[in-house]
Structures are given as structure tokens and as C-alpha cells.
């Protein structure tokens, strides 16, 4: 008796001692996905030709307008276009032949170099959600997002293995007044984090202010000669150009940073209903905004994006993870590539309040059509809700989590020596199990995907343990990885001087709501 008993701790504690080193709290960042599985092509190349010929007529028959932007419409008088007020045709062939200098690939380096990213080919980069004007907890439910938020948010970004890029606006802290909230968000990105992360795209003044808090970070020389930042570029869909956007991008492209140049689409109020006539806009937009970067700087790096959604017909409301977005998705995906560039769609898009099996439900078909459909670079990647207007902590860590399922598809399929598993086959035998065999107890630990945040113990346990649900014990695992954070090391001096900046910037100008 006194032996087994012995034996029955000793299994205990061992397992304890297991799950301790699965749970406990590790600083660690896996690599940007790199694909060895298929993707998936919707299209047919006669539906891809269709797409491309039909957004060049587009472009050509209606033209974009490019508004209270004189120098742009200039640029494209002199490039050949038709310039007829703001309005810009542009003839068959131009827009293309102006895109095939934007590069395939784009490494965008981290302060920390093990955390930098290459963008396109065969590689997924994830990154959080970006632009709420609210923030959800299980606590206070949902408020106005602050500085402090925000700083929440990159520090959990900078604790999850599974996310790349700390991001860009993972909330917007309304505590801060317009005209300076970027300069705080900047600073937050660079210290609190050691992940790439995203520039101001608010004001073309702003983007500027991006650009000499990386040169502090990096250095003038190496911002010149390399990419640090990605920047989100908006068009105004349908067909319009803003001078605030564009003002932005010919910041970044003067100084060869990337943009990602997107279409905002909600199908059925700023596109057609239908998938192909969509594509079609999609296509025109993208490409009409890639060759307008390629007019600022031959070169710069650009990816082509797309955020397309359909609209609830009842109610005019927006939809997310619907198979209309992911046919979009996928369609998109093809024509980036056959434009050579980096293809920038995707995220943990879903129109749910709370994050909740709706929210779940939503999210996993863009999760999914997003590795499936060579999304290189997927933002809102986490911690989305209530269509984008609520940035949650617990969904992020939720999101966060399942990202790791995306890893582990990518991966594919291994058939070496070990993989084959014939020796465990021949040692089990029939009628046998494969629990204590060679092979199992050599790969146990590394078998199968964890999820360090859902619940598989059995009913019992559970049930002592308070009978949590998923958000409650995404609520702990929040608390757990905040109170866990170290913030990553920075040169003294560095961050010395992008405090003063970030000072004397604020101090240089009257707060403002614009």
C-alpha cells in the first residue's frame, strides 16, 4: 500500500511539474509564419483575366479622384494620365507597368533583430487590432480607451508567442488629445515592446514625426536604407484618393517605408453586392494606389490590401466572417500575386458584442481564410469586436492563442523516418496501445498543439475549480501575463532622447481635436 502510494504521488507530482512548464509564463515570440501547405485558388484564370481586364477598363473609363491633392494630380498629368478636375484616368497598362517596380518581399526590421518580419512570398505576419475608439473588459465592460489601455495592449502583445508586430492603434486613447496621442503610441510601440510595429497615418505631419522617432530608435541612416515601419493607407472607397491619406504615403514612400495600400469595402454600400464586381473595384483601387506610390519614390515597398465585408440588407449593418468575405479574401489573394506584391487582408474579424461563441465563430473563418488564402500580412489579428469599434482583452488573448493553431497547419505534414512511425507500429502490434511505446514517450511533448488558454480537464476539476468559462479564463490569463511583463531592454540614451522628442513635441503646440 505504502509503495503505490508512492507511485501515485509521484505520477501527480510529475504531471504537476508538466504542466507547470506548459503553463508557466515565458517571454517568447515564434517565428512569422512560413507556409508549406497549398493555398487556395477560387478563381480561374479566365476569371482572373476578366477581373484584371474589366479594373483596367475601370480605370481608364471612370478614373478615382484624387482630392485637394494639386502636387498628385500633377504627378499623374505628367506620368501620362487624363487629369479632368480631381479626377484621374488612367490608361490601360500604366497603373501596371508603374507597379512592377514596388518589391515582392519586405523586411521590416525590429529593434530587436530576432523579431524582424518578412512580408510576402510564402510567409504570415500577424498583428493585432488596430483603431478603436473602445476598449471591452470583463470588468468594466466597455468604456473609452486610454493611454493606459493602449499600453496594456502592446505589453500583452509583447507577451504572446504567437504575434509578430505589436502593431499600429491597438486602440485609440481618447485621454490624449488628437494632434499628440500618436507621439505617445509611438514611444509605447518602441519601449514597451521590441516587436516591428506601425507608424501615424493621420496627418501627413504626423507620419513625419513617425519617421524621426525611427531615426532616434534606428538611426537616420539605417531608416533610409531599410524598412521599420508599416503604415495602413486607407482609400476611400469607392475610387477616392483623401489628401490626408495620401499625404501620409508620400511621407512614407519619400523615406521607403511600407504601406499598405487598402480598399475599405463594405459590399453592397461602397462596392457592387457581388463578388466578382467587387474584385473588380478592389483591383482598380489597389492598383491606382500602388503605382501613385511608385510616382513618389520608384521602389518603395507597398502591400496590396484588402478589407472587404458585406452589409446585413436588414439592418445596413456590417458582417464579418461570412463565406462572401472569404471568397473576396481568396480572389484577392490571387490577384496580389499575380501583381507580384505582398498581400495584406484578413484578421479576427467578427461583429459580435462580446466575445463570445458568435464572436468564436466569426473569427475562425477569417483566421482560416487568411492562412488558406496567402495573406502575408493580417492585421486585427486579435482582439477584435463589435465590428472594429472595440478593441477586448480577453478576446485578444483568446485570438493570441489560436493563432498557434495557424502555426501548426502551416507547417503541413512531415513523412521522415520519425513521422512514419513504423517502429512504434511494429513494437504496439495489434490489440496493443501506443501510451508507453518508444516512439510516443521521444515526441509526447511536441505532438500535438497546446492551447495555453482552453480548459480539457475533466468535468470534476472544472467544476472545483470554479466552472469557468472561456472569457473567465481569458480574464486570468490577461492578468497572469500583465503582471508577468518585463519590459524588454533599451539603450538608456535611445530612450532618453525619444522621451525628449516625444516632450518637446507636445509641448511645441496646443492640444487639438483635429
Avoid at 496627418?203 to 515601419?229: H, T, W, Y
Avoid at 494606389?289 to 456590417?318: C, E, H, K, W
Avoid at 507547417?411 to 513504423?422: F, K, M, P, V, Y
Amino acid at each position: 500500500m505504502a509503495e503505490a502510494a508512492i507511485r501515485r504521488r509521484g505520477r501527480s507530482g510529475g504531471g504537476a511539474a508538466r504542466r507547470a512548464e506548459r503553463t508557466g509564463l515565458k517571454i517568447e515570440a515564434s517565428k512569422y509564419i512560413e507556409r508549406n501547405i497549398p493555398l487556395f485558388n477560387i478563381l480561374t484564370d479566365e476569371a482572373l483575366e476578366v477581373i484584371e481586364s474589366n479594373a483596367e477598363g475601370i480605370l481608364e473609363e471612370v478614373g478615382v479622384n484624387f482630392v485637394n491633392n494639386p502636387a498628385a494630380l500633377e504627378r499623374w498629368r505628367n506620368a501620362g494620365a487624363d487629369v479632368d478636375g480631381e479626377r484621374v484616368r488612367i490608361p490601360r497598362g500604366l497603373a501596371r507597368k508603374l507597379c512592377e517596380t514596388a518589391p515582392e518581399k519586405i523586411i521590416q526590421h525590429a529593434r530587436n533583430p530576432e523579431r524582424t518580419v518578412e512580408i510576402g512570398g510564402n510567409t504570415l505576419v500577424c498583428a493585432p487590432v488596430y483603431g478603436p475608439p473602445f476598449v471591452r473588459d470583463g470588468a468594466g465592460g466597455r468604456r473609452y480607451a486610454t493611454m493606459d489601455d493602449f499600453r496594456k495592449f502592446v505589453k500583452l502583445g509583447y507577451m504572446s508567442n504567437w504575434l509578430h508586430h505589436s502593431g499600429g492603434t491597438v486602440c485609440e486613447p481618447t485621454d490624449i488629445a488628437v494632434n499628440k496621442r500618436h507621439l505617445d503610441m509611438l514611444l509605447a510601440h518602441m519601449t514597451l515592446s521590441d516587436k516591428p510595429f506601425m507608424g501615424s497615418v493621420t496627418e501627413p505631419s504626423r507620419a513625419q514625426d513617425s519617421v524621426e522617432m525611427c531615426e532616434i530608435l534606428f538611426g537616420k541612416s539605417f531608416v533610409q536604407e531599410n524598412v521599420v515601419m508599416t503604415s495602413l493607407i486607407n482609400i476611400n472607397s469607392p475610387m477616392t484618393f483623401d489628401d490626408v491619406m495620401m499625404g501620409a504615403l508620400e511621407v512614407y514612400a519619400l523615406n521607403n517605408q511600407a504601406c499598405v495600400v487598402s480598399p475599405f469595402i463594405v459590399g453592397g454600400a461602397m462596392a457592387p453586392v457581388s463578388v466578382t464586381g467587387t474584385l473588380t473595384q478592389v483591383l482598380a483601387e489597389v492598383l491606382a494606389g500602388v503605382a501613385y506610390s511608385q510616382l513618389i519614390r520608384s521602389g518603395a515597398p507597398v502591400i496590396f490590401g484588402a478589407f472587404v465585408t458585406s452589409i446585413d440588407m436588414n439592418s445596413g449593418a456590417p458582417t464579418f466572417g461570412t463565406p462572401e468575405a472569404s471568397q473576396i479574401l481568396y480572389g484577392a489573394g490571387q490577384l496580389a500575386r499575380r501583381l507580384g506584391l505582398p498581400f495584406r487582408s484578413g484578421g479576427g474579424l467578427c461583429g459580435s458584442k462580446l466575445p463570445d461563441a458568435q464572436a468564436a465563430y466569426e473569427t475562425a473563418h477569417t483566421h482560416n481564410a487568411a492562412l488558406l488564402g496567402g495573406v502575408n500580412f493580417m492585421l486585427h489579428s486579435c482582439g477584435w469586436l463589435e465590428g472594429g469599434l472595440v478593441s477586448s482583452f480577453e478576446k485578444f488573448v483568446m485570438d493570441a492563442d489560436q493563432l498557434g493553431v495557424l502555426h501548426q497547419m502551416a507547417r503541413g505534414i512531415a513523412h521522415d523516418e520519425n513521422a512514419q512511425a513504423l517502429d512504434a507500429i511494429r513494437e504496439v502490434g495489434p490489440g496493443g496501445h501506443y501510451l508507453g511505446c518508444a516512439h510516443t514517450q521521444s515526441n509526447f511533448k511536441d505532438a500535438f498543439w497546446r492551447s495555453e488558454l482552453l480548459d480539457y480537464k475533466p468535468f470534476e476539476t472544472w467544476a472545483d475549480e470554479g466552472g469557468r468559462d472561456t472569457q473567465a479564463l481569458a480574464a486570468a490569463r490577461v492578468e497572469q501575463l500583465l503582471a508577468g511583463y518585463r519590459k524588454p531592454t533599451i539603450e538608456p540614451d535611445i530612450e532618453e532622447a525619444l522621451n525628449a522628442y516625444v516632450a518637446n513635441k507636445k509641448a511645441s503646440m496646443p492640444d487639438s481635436l483635429y
